[in-house]
Every structure is written in C-alpha cells, then in structure tokens.
C-alpha cells in the first residue's frame, strides 16, 4: 500500500512525485523502459516568459525563480543557460500577429518589448538583411537543462524514499474502497490515490480507471538540426515566427529548425515528416539565407492539449482521488516547477484552479 501511485515517468511525472514525496509514499510507474523517452526528450527545452495563454504565462513566470532555487535542492548543475528570444514579422501576416501578441501582453512584466527592425537584424545577424518587418524581444529567455533537471527530479524522488519502476505499463485502474488498485507489469498495489501524469496517453490511463476524458489531443512536432555553411553567421538569439510557422536557434556550428507544425496524432512513438522538415529547412532559409541544404539529424515529440490549451490539474467531481496533470502543451519543461507545486498542493486537499479544473472542460 502507498498513499500515491503517479502514472507517467516523463518531466510532469517526476516532477509531481518529487513534491508530493515530500510527505507521501509515492510509486512512479513508467510504461517505456527508460524515464522520460517521449515529448521530454525531444523537446526544444527552451524557458521563454511571457508567451502561452494566460495561463501558461502564469506557471511559466512563477517557475523562473523556482529554477535557481531546484539547482540547489536537487543538486544539479544551473538549469537554465540565458537566451534571448526574438519575435519576428517577415510579412504582413507575421506582423500583424506580432502586434496582437504586444497588445494582448502588454504590461505583463515578462511580455515581449517591441524593437525596430534594424535593432533585430544587429542583434541576431543569422537573419538576412532587410527581411524583418516587425520585431519584439525577449530578454528573460533561457535554454533548458532538461536531463539535469529530469534526473534531478529522479533522484529527488527516491532521495524521499520514492520509488520508482520502469518498464511497468499500467493495465489495470480499480476502486478499492476509498482508495485503488494500481495492476502494472503484472503486480497490482493499492494506493490512496492516482496521479495521471501520463502525457500523451493521459486519457487513456483515464479510460483504464472509468474515469472520463479530458478531450485531449496529442499533436505531432518535427524539429531538425541543419548543417549551416558558413557558422560564423550564426548568433545567440532563438528567432520564433510569431505567426508560428517556424522557428530556429543556433546548435552548436548547427541550426536547431521547426515549421512550428501541430499535426493530430495518436499517442505512440512520433516519427519526423519528411515534408515537415523540408518546410522547416524551406522556410528558414528564406528569411536567413544561410544556404542550408543539409539535415543532420530529425526527431518529433507530441504536445497534448484540450481545447482551451491549459493544463488539466485535479479530478472529476465524481472521481475523487485520480488526478490528472496533464496537457502542458509545449511548456511542460518550462512550467513543471511551478506546476508540480500546484498539482501536488491539489492532491493534498487545496482548491485546484478553476481554469485548471477538469471540471471547466466539456467532453461528451
């Protein structure tokens, strides 16, 4: 018997059974054999303030300083590596989508800060000469250490007398009087209750425990590194499209690319789209000129949403005790300090958020 068992070993799993070990026995079941091998390891890891819903902004500018702080407490190297993000309008589309994107944040304390377009093509010279029309910058912005601070977690974890198992996909979710049991790579535990922290498989864990839905939707990204000709035009700032249709940022002498692309998907082991790359790599170019031609390496992740992009935190009325923490999005990295903390305070009897509910959320 152990007073919490968490679904799902990715960056919302560990990071949740880390807290909540603080004064729970706590079981992290993993279904891969290895933690993390999914949409945490194939992330662009990137902690950028001020971008998301509201609420997404919310727990990502509450994580900022939770960041310095998990160094220490987890005994990691520093988690995040300061770079810049630089919003940019190549064409009256980008631009007009990046003056919504000033006016809805305007006096946010981590919104973008508008600059002109010469300002945007001396800071981040990889953009060839003359083609940005609109700009805005995000200075706070940071690479993330992201196997620092999953193995971190980990290690936290069993540190608080946590454990945590491998390989044990669940097949089973039951009631057990007021609490459940928990049937996983052939054992079964009890357990006072559930986290479903299964990312993209969260509402088929649901499904497992006779648990509604959430509507959530696994959505395909494909990224690709590029060799870049000439590096030395390479520079520190990430360029994001802020119509989204692509982003990059420098990867060593490399060049990290995306189209940015949402493509419906089913839960599983995502695979990169040939086509989805060769728009990255198209779209890049345009606006740089770099001559890429060349990929590397390509990999895609899967980011879940419901309809109304926040995360999910807490249970169905009618289901007390499996809580989700679940639909992250993109910001699952970025998010988890600040996330983990509020999701592991609902399991322990706090009000969940009303946005963050599942009970805000209409599924047939």
Known sequence: MVDVVVVGGGIAGVSVAYELAADRSVLLLEAETALGRHSTARSAAVYVPGHGVGAVRALIERSGPRFAALADELGTPPLLTPRPVLWVGCDDE?????????????????????????????????????????????????????????????????????????????????????????????????????????????????????????????????IAVVRVPDPSRLSRPMVIDAAERFYFRSDGPDLLVSRADETPAPPGDARPDDVDVALAVERVEAVTGLGLR???????????????????????????GFWFVAGQGGSGIESAPALSALAASVVRGAPAPAGLAPSRLHVS
């Open 294 to 320: 060349s990929v590397r390496t390509s990999w895609a992740g899967l980011r879940s949403f419901v309809p109304d992009r926040r995360p999910v935190v807490g249970a169905w009325p009618e289901h007390p």
């Open 94 to 222: 980008g631009a007009a989508a990046l003056a919504g994107v000033l006016a809805e944040r305007a006096g946010e304390p981590d919104a973008p800060v508008a600059i002109d377009a010469d300002g945007a093509g001396r800071l981040c010279p990889t953009l060839a000469p003359g083609v940005v029309r609109a700009a805005a910058l995000t200075a706070g912005a940071a690479d993330i250490d992201t196997d620092a601070l999953h193995q971190g977690y980990v290690r936290g974890l069993r540190a608080r007398g946590g454990a945590v198992r491998p390989g044990a996909p669940v097949t089973a979710i039951t009631r057990d009087g007021s609490g459940w049991r928990v049937e996983a790579a052939g054992d079964a535990v009890r357990a006072g209750a559930v986290v479903n922290a299964a990312g993209a498989w969260a509402d088929e864990v649901a499904a497992l425990a006779g648990v509604p839905r959430t509507g959530l939707t696994p959505l395909r990204r494909t």
